[in-house]
């Protein structure tokens, strides 16, 4: 079996676009015989749509996108994350859910176990968890689909539970012949450490591959760095896309150890990842809200270089405008500073001193100011 990972940068609501892009990446797995496309946890929504979700017509318009999506996908079977409607009278009104498209149809969903409520997750307010999960049968294989925060309840690897079940080792005990997880899982310091063990262990554990494939790109305050994977039963590390940029890759799941590995270059550093997360969300953030150009303080400081220095990074020279405005406490050099640090970087710059406007505001505030010496206030 021939399986594409689809490490795609989806755009909160842009449901038309994001479903586009996912029938691009189809065509380009199709192109190279594969067998099975796999998207991230809600690829058709973006992640995490939030209040989007209690917007009258916008899960309903989710759900007809995707049936427009699954009547021109043929040839191949595609995992496609949404958001699917509760259809029962009581409980949460939606299902965080992955549709399997083949044939032109919705062939079977499998709904996420697990949904998160700590940190910057709040799952538990818009959906029901999965009442039971049974394996994908497709081509004589049983695969264990599993959504993002399933893969995290392994009593090996956390002190605590926070869940009384396992989606992983439950799709095991039903006969499971791999394990799918499709995910949407933010960025911090370290996490590619936290997930490659996790993801490791849960293969070693079950002797299985275990595919892993997630979101990249920035929505508002998150970051989601890719670096989708897949580790054989013997835990090693045969497949990793890149880091912090889309990627498409299609391998072979039954080539067994005289099979390529496909291993995209990795950041190898901690500041490396900060940096390449850094101009991910500001390029997805400016993009994806409409903006074109970025304007910023340049105080001839260390602070406002580097980010004049990731703005530029992100969106290109032409579209960051720095401004410098000098007072009466301004240092000499902290202005040619500013000004050679915006001409290193071919961005356009504004010098405007403001001395008159500071004279005009102390001059307001003297009654408020009066027997008080002058001090870092000013």
């Given at each position: 079996?021939?399986?594409?990972?689809?490490?795609?940068?989806?755009?909160?609501?842009?449901?038309?676009?994001?479903?586009?892009?996912?029938?691009?990446?189809?065509?380009?797995?199709?192109?190279?015989?594969?067998?099975?496309?796999?998207?991230?946890?809600?690829?058709?929504?973006?992640?995490?749509?939030?209040?989007?979700?209690?917007?009258?017509?916008?899960?309903?318009?989710?759900?007809?996108?995707?049936?427009?999506?699954?009547?021109?996908?043929?040839?191949?079977?595609?995992?496609?994350?949404?958001?699917?409607?509760?259809?029962?009278?009581?409980?949460?009104?939606?299902?965080?859910?992955?549709?399997?498209?083949?044939?032109?149809?919705?062939?079977?969903?499998?709904?996420?176990?697990?949904?998160?409520?700590?940190?910057?997750?709040?799952?538990?307010?818009?959906?029901?968890?999965?009442?039971?999960?049974?394996?994908?049968?497709?081509?004589?294989?049983?695969?264990?689909?599993?959504?993002?925060?399933?893969?995290?309840?392994?009593?090996?690897?956390?002190?605590?539970?926070?869940?009384?079940?396992?989606?992983?080792?439950?799709?095991?005990?039903?006969?499971?012949?791999?394990?799918?997880?499709?995910?949407?899982?933010?960025?911090?310091?370290?996490?590619?450490?936290?997930?490659?063990?996790?993801?490791?262990?849960?293969?070693?554990?079950?002797?299985?591959?275990?595919?892993?494939?997630?979101?990249?790109?920035?929505?508002?305050?998150?970051?989601?760095?890719?670096?989708?994977?897949?580790?054989?039963?013997?835990?090693?590390?045969?497949?990793?896309?890149?880091?912090?940029?889309?990627?498409?890759?299609?391998?072979?799941?039954?080539?067994?150890?005289?099979?390529?590995?496909?291993?995209?270059?990795?950041?190898?550093?901690?500041?490396?990842?900060?940096?390449?997360?850094?101009?991910?969300?500001?390029?997805?953030?400016?993009?994806?809200?409409?903006?074109?150009?970025?304007?910023?303080?340049?105080?001839?400081?260390?602070?406002?270089?580097?980010?004049?220095?990731?703005?530029?990074?992100?969106?290109?020279?032409?579209?960051?405008?720095?401004?410098?405005?000098?007072?009466?406490?301004?240092?000499?050099?902290?202005?040619?500073?500013?000004?050679n640090l915006a001409k290193n970087l071919g961005i356009?710059?504004?010098?405007?001193?403001?001395?008159?406007?500071?004279?005009?505001?102390?001059?307001?505030?003297?009654?408020?100011?009066?027997?008080?010496?002058?001090?870092?206030?000013?």
């Amino acid at each position: 079996m021939r399986i594409g990972l689809g490490q795609i940068n989806s755009t909160v609501g842009a449901l038309r676009q994001n479903a586009l892009k996912m029938l691009s990446y189809i065509d380009q797995a199709k192109a190279q015989n594969a067998d099975l496309m796999i998207f991230p946890e809600m690829a058709l929504t973006g992640y995490p749509p939030k209040d989007l979700l209690e917007k009258a017509g916008f899960v309903e318009e989710n759900v007809k996108v995707l049936h427009g999506l699954a009547n021109k996908v043929d040839g191949i079977t595609a995992i496609v994350g949404f958001v699917e409607i509760n259809p029962e009278p009581a409980g949460k009104p939606f299902f965080n859910s992955a549709a399997v498209i083949r044939n032109r149809r919705v062939m079977s969903i499998h709904r996420k176990s697990l949904l998160p409520t700590y940190d910057v997750f709040d799952e538990g307010r818009y959906f029901e968890p999965a009442a039971s999960q049974d394996p994908l049968v497709l081509d004589g294989r049983r695969i264990g689909v599993t959504i993002c925060e399933d893969i995290w309840n392994d009593k090996d690897y956390t002190p605590r539970l926070l869940y009384h079940i396992d989606p992983v080792q439950l799709a095991v005990q039903k006969h499971a012949d791999f394990i799918v997880n499709i995910s949407s899982s933010p960025y911090h310091l370290e996490k590619w450490e936290e997930r490659q063990e996790l993801i490791r262990g849960e293969a070693l554990k079950y002797r299985k591959h275990v595919i892993y494939v997630n979101l990249v790109g920035g929505n508002d305050e998150l970051i989601f760095d890719g670096r989708s994977v897949v580790f054989s039963p013997e835990g090693e590390m045969i497949v990793r896309a890149r880091d912090f940029e889309e990627d498409l890759l299609v391998f072979d799941l039954d080539a067994g150890e005289a099979g390529e590995k496909i291993l995209r270059p990795s950041s190898a550093s901690d500041m490396e990842n900060a940096r390449r997360a850094l101009v991910l969300g500001v390029r997805d953030y400016v993009a994806k809200c409409g903006f074109r150009n970025v304007l910023l303080g340049l105080s001839g400081g260390i602070d406002s270089a580097v980010t004049c220095v990731l703005a530029v990074e992100a969106l290109g020279p032409e579209n960051v405008l720095g401004v410098m405005m000098p007072s009466q406490y301004s240092s000499e050099h902290s202005v040619t500073d500013a000004v050679n640090l915006a001409k290193n970087l071919g961005i356009r710059y504004e010098i405007i001193p403001i001395p008159k406007i500071f004279d005009v505001y102390r001059e307001e505030l003297r009654a408020v100011f009066k027997d008080c010496p002058e001090d870092i206030t000013e």
